[in-house]
């Protein structure tokens, strides 16, 4: 039984394209996260949701739309995409925010052409 | 926004051997801490966690915790060729907004 899953696992759009990506876990967990992983494999925190209320939200243009339907569900949704968008985005999940383990999904690898 | 520091490496170490992971961090304020280890084309795995000071070990790996020096450190015993891959110190950042910071990660290379 897969713990954190993401749809797309892979994503191949031109520039200026609108795309979603989609979550879901079975954990029971309160708290999910989205990540974005660039080339130099750096692990950058985007958003943070706590019981479908957005906690974290880091400097991400605003082309990108988190949404959570309920506490087992996030979604991405970016506008008009651009190259420097172009990296695997990484969906995870925790107990509760912050202090506790995190949980990711195998990745999104998105390429803007 | 704070900082963690680890060495990108590649750090090579002969298989049966101690590998060993070392992460610098600057907020004092922080109270947990992680090891993620990441192979190649696939997500970020939690191997450790570690809240207060001192040694806590599991199986083969050992997390060691300086808060006092800031200094967080994984070591891998009798390193294996299945050991290889990157290995990420996480750390939670208190505050307004409760999260982990990642380090950039050190890859490990476990030498046959």
């Known amino acids: ?91 995870a999940s925790s107990q509760e925010p912050g202090s506790y383990e995190q949980y990711f999904g195998p990745g999104t690898r998105l390429t803007v052409t | 926004q704070k900082e963690v520091e680890q060495n990108s490496g590649p750090l090579s170490v002969p298989e049966g051997a101690i590998a060993s992971l070392n992460c610098t961090y600057s907020d004092r304020g922080s109270q947990s801490f992680f090891w993620y280890r990441q192979y190649s084309g696939k997500s970020p795995e939690l191997i450790m966690s570690i809240y207060s000071n001192g040694d806590k070990e599991d199986g083969r790996f050992t997390a060691q915790l300086n808060k006092a020096s800031q200094y967080v450190s994984l070591l891998i015993r009798d390193s294996q060729p299945s050991d290889s891959a990157t290995y990420l110190c996480a750390v939670n950042q208190r505050g307004r907004d409760d999260k982990i910071i990642f380090g950039k990660g050190t890859r490990l290379h476990i030498l046959p």
């Open chain 1, 1 to 91: 039984d897969t713990a954190v899953s993401q749809t797309p696992k892979y994503l191949v759009t031109q520039m200026g394209n609108d795309k979603s990506i989609k979550c879901e876990q079975n954990l029971g967990h309160d708290t999910m996260y989205w990540y974005k992983q660039d080339s130099k494999k750096f692990l950058k925190i985007m958003f943070s949701y706590n019981n479908k209320e957005l906690i974290i939200n880091e400097t991400v243009p605003n082309r990108f739309s988190p949404k959570s339907p309920d506490k087992a569900h996030l979604n991405l949704h970016i506008n008009s995409l651009e190259l420097g968008d172009s990296a695997v985005y990484f969906c």
